[in-house]
């Protein structure tokens, strides 16, 4: 079964850090580009952040560059998303996204992080 599972999301206060980890099960990331969406209540989904599967190529949004990190390591089938000095408004549910071609476009369940103090 093809599969993506977030996790590492939580409760975190203004300031503080938390990593993300997106494991894939059922298939190889290592020809996927892999993303970062996230979608806060009553908003749109948005990119936050990609990665090359090369890992060499990564981008991202204007509001978290900067702040955050993507990674992946290929031989652990996992991508990452380091996230530093949190804002409340980085609250959100997180979603990974695994795409090689549009043919094959996978999203795992998402993780919710919580920035409050």
């Known amino acids: 079964q093809l599969q993506l599972v977030e996790s590492g999301g939580g409760l975190a206060q203004p300031g503080g850090s938390l990593r993300l980890s997106c494991a894939a099960s059922g298939f190889s990331l290592d020809y996927f580009a892999m993303g970062w969406f996230r979608q806060a209540p009553g908003k749109e989904r948005e990119g936050v952040s990609c990665?090359?599967?090369?890992?060499?190529?990564?981008n991202y949004a204007d509001s978290v560059k900067g702040r955050f990190t993507i990674s992946r390591d290929n031989a652990k089938n996992t991508v990452y998303l380091q996230m530093n000095s949190l804002k409340p408004e980085d609250t959100a549910v997180y979603l990974c996204n695994a795409r090689y071609t549009s043919a094959y476009n996978y999203w795992g369940q998402g993780t919710r992080v919580t920035v409050s103090s």
């Open positions: 990665i090359s599967s090369s890992g060499f190529s990564t």
